[in-house]
């Protein structure tokens, strides 16, 4: 005995929107599934991007702390002194003034500090970092600026040294220099900055 035909209509049509429904649903994970992995990969990208930045911040650094070492050890320090337009060296007063210390913030120190790329005070890095090779290379090549910040500690001289400048002796003086090192990342997104103190105990006559 055959089966009326509205039967069997009625279960073929009840069939497609069931897999419709599949359908869309299996549509759905697909595409949700896709945006979480293109998320990740950018969050991975972002990551990357930032560790070269502060790469090449930290590298810039210990740059400008060696420059800082060897000309300290050369002069005794005799030399490395901030001035606002920083004539000695690339040395730059923190403040504006070197006597004044009520004085702004020297203004090419601070626009050197803004995380863009904007300012020319800055030392270039000596190595070359633009043609890194394995995804390492970065869009500009890292940067350094020294300042001498305004606390000084003078001892007077000390007795070995003939009891200061009366006795003929040199009178010992700790100086303090703040290194900051700037990088951008390697698509030039992202701008990492990083900052050492660095003081030194020098004399008042210079040892060359």
């Known amino acids: 005995m055959s089966r009326p035909m509205s039967s069997y209509k009625q279960q073929q049509g009840a069939a497609l929107a069931v897999g419709l429904i599949l359908l869309l649903i299996i549509t759905l994970m697909g595409y949700t599934g896709m945006k979480g992995t293109m998320l990740q ?5 972002g990551l990357h991007n ?3 930045a502060m790469a090449g911040a930290n590298s810039a650094v210990r740059a400008g702390e060696s420059f800082l070492y060897n000309l300290i050890d050369s002069t005794n320090s005799v030399q ?3 001035t606002p337009a920083g004539s000695f060296y690339d040395i730059y007063s923190q403040l504006s003034s070197q006597t004044d210390l009520t004085a702004p913030v020297n203004p090419i120190v601070k626009l050197f500090k803004q995380r863009n790329w904007t300012s020319n005070a800055g030392t270039v890095h ?8 394995y995804n390492g290379a970065l869009s500009q090549q890292p940067q350094y600026i020294i300042e001498e910040l305004p606390y000084k ?3 007077g001289g000390s007795q070995e040294d003939g009891g200061g400048p009366s006795g003929g002796g040199d009178v010992d003086e700790q100086k303090v220099f703040l290194v900051t090192g700037k990088s951008p990342s390697g698509d030039g997104r992202t701008i990492a900055l990083i900052q050492s103190m660095f003081t030194a105990v020098v004399s008042s006559s210079s040892t060359n």
């Open 80 to 82: 490395a002194m901030g």
């Open 126 to 133: 000596a190595n070359d970092f633009m043609t890194s090779s």
């Open 41 to 45: 990969e950018k969050m991975a990208a």
């Open 153 to 155: 500690y003078s001892d």
């Open 50 to 52: 930032r560790s070269l």
